[in-house]
């Protein structure tokens, strides 16, 4: 007999909507980026088949400015294009993540020449009606990250990530308790203290989706995005455009950090020994490993260069 849960997620879809592959570009981890590290080392066919085993109705991948991991992919039915858009504040260069959904080639070739510039950005994914949300809205990835630019982030777009299985999930209850204080009051400030007038309706209610934005293949759908059952990637999607999805799942905490960069600089240590050494690999591989699990990835903490935001945007 079926229990009520079971009974249940029958009538609900879900993806994990934030995912790396060994296909992303360059780490901004700053210790990644440090040493050169890859930002991950997942193989999207083994992402595909553990995402599935994990209980996601539909797969995608949002690597870095690619849509390569998705692409080895592609020829499922349950899986569509998306990629993870590095985009900036024109006037001082703060980087943004944003998250885009449901993607083509065309569509990628597109996003990849307005992407310097989220303004431009913005207006053409909204144009194409593009599934698309902030991702992680109070992490400072290049450290310039204030107030001032969160603000007019809730002017400009209507989805954020409400939950992020990578970053302190503090960050995630925080992003949804300050979103869901948004007044019609709130957004006129906003939009004449920045002279910039809101892009979509209501723009006082925000939309969360989900993500687990796993590197090292080991946190795969801690995080999710769930809709009403869809039978398409394309119904999928609609339900999130339309704001009929919840976040699900849970935020990070600084034992997921680590591991994903033990995993990753394990494999990038044991890569790295294959190709310098060649056939005496095999001899020296054991040893590495032995080292390796020497370590306790739980005595790694993040770095803090990039604390959250705690914007003065609510009352």
Known sequence: MLDAATIFNTFMSRCDLHIHSRCSARSEEWLFRRFDFPDSYSDPRELYRDLKTRGMDFVTITDHDTIDGCMQISEHRDVFLSEQ????FPQDICKINLLAWGLSEERHRVISSVRENIFDLQKYLQSERIAHAVAHPLYSINGKLDASHLERLILLFKHFEGINGLRDALLSDLAQRLFGKLTPQKIEELANRHNLAPT???????????GSDDHGGMFAASA????PRAKSPNEFLRHIGEGNCEAKGSGGTPLALSHGFYNTLSSFIQDRFTEKLGPGA???LPLSSRFLEVLDPTQFTP???????????LP
Not at 85 to 88: E, K, M, R, S, V
Not at 303 to 313: D, L, M, R, S, Y
């Open 224 to 227: 999710w995005t769930e809709t």
């Open 85 to 88: 858009i590095t985009t900036y």
């Open 282 to 284: 095999p001899l020296v």
């Open 200 to 210: 979509h309706a209501e723009p006082w209610k925000k939309i969360f989706t989900g």
């Open 303 to 313: 770095h803090a260069n990039a604390p959250f935001i705690a914007p003065a945007v």
